[in-house]
């Protein structure tokens, strides 16, 4: 009996790990998904409930930058843009998103269609002047890569709006919580894929899907 | 059936547990779980924002001053390697004296290439002077 079990459970094993490794496989060749911001509209069509997704554009926003240029939705026009939320005084995670998207802006460094906005979440302390600070330390240029600081309430509904977790966490280390993720985000102001900042992987996948959407639109 | 699942399961979890696992020294994990985010994952910082704590001789001119240097943290201006550094590191008072230890001696030794063992005499006489 036993033994009959542990080769159910082992097939039923060997079944799932084929399972995952095929789902590995697929993700190689897949067209980069659309995943928002999207409207879902409910309408009633002959007394039938008909829900409508359409796909919108990343709204319309405006921050000042580490050189104190204003960055608006005019800045990202024509560009492949990668988006995240950190703070300068971070002391978890953003050291290792900075040094990954260091990476790609390093690895884009010809390509002016790509360009990179890191919204601080902490506006009290991270003025224009500490942003500029960071980035010549970090050694990035305000045509490529803007660090930005806004009005709180701007930047945090613009996280909401990208669909990331940013928040003031007093019990969180440094004061605030945050997700660490990346934002792919396409010429046509859509957003195309969600990544782990703070891995070098999932930073590979997204310096290859760049690749792929710099390609497609290249193509008339 | 449900039993034989939650075998399965468990078969699945050894599996993907030990394709993953690599027997590590005590400081390495220390290191990756307390260090590794600021001064990255060989040691080597980020910019000039944050020194490298490989290859550093920072490190191997103060052996004597890294206990302290852990528990209580640093800021102001520091040369590492020639580079002037003027950030700020929060002290660490969670870590016990036997893991400072182990992550001083996995610092020198294995990032800095030094010879002498790392020793828990050292840190306690180092962590006495520097008690706040």
Known sequence: ??????????????????????????????????LGPYEVNDTIIDGMLNTDTTFTAVRPFSF???????????????KVYITDFFFTSCPTICPKMKQQMLRLYNDFEDNDD?????????????????????????????????????ERDDIYSMAKHYMIAAQEDKLAPGGY???????????????RGIYDGTSAEEVDQLKEDIQKLLNDEAQP | MKRSLSYSIAALLLVLISCDYK???????????????????NGQGLGKLIPPVAKSDYVVNHREGIACLIRNGIEGEMMVNGQL?????????QLTEIEINNLVHYILVDLNDQKDPYQISEVRAQLERCKQ
């Not at chain 1, 459970?9 to 897949?30: K, N, P, Q, T």
């Not at chain 1, 906005?117 to 803007?146: F, M, N, Q, T």
């Not at chain 1, 919580?177 to 957003?191: N, R, T």
């Not at chain 2, 027997?23 to 994952?41: D, F």
Request: charged content about 25%.
């Open chain 1, 1 to 34: 009996m036993k033994q009959r079990i542990y080769w159910k459970s082992l097939s039923v094993s060997l079944l799932l790990i084929g399972f995952l490794a095929e789902g590995c496989e697929e993700s190689a060749s897949r067209p980069l998904p659309l």
């Open chain 1, 64 to 78: 000042t930058d580490q050189d104190g240029n204003e960055v608006t939705e005019v800045t990202t026009n024509g």
């Open chain 1, 114 to 150: 790509v360009i990179f906005l890191s919204h601080s979440i902490d506006p009290k302390r991270d003025s224009v002047a500490r942003l500029h600070d960071y980035a010549e330390k970090l050694g990035i240029s305000s045509e490529r890569w803007h660090l930005m600081t806004g």
């Open chain 1, 177 to 191: 919580a945050h997700s660490g993720a990346f934002l792919l985000v396409d010429k046509s102001k859509q957003i």
């Open chain 2, 23 to 41: 027997p590590r020294n005590q400081g390495r994990v220390l290191y990756e779980k307390e260090c590794q985010s600021c001064h990255m994952e």
């Open chain 2, 85 to 93: 550094y003027t950030g700020k590191m929060a002290g660490n008072s």
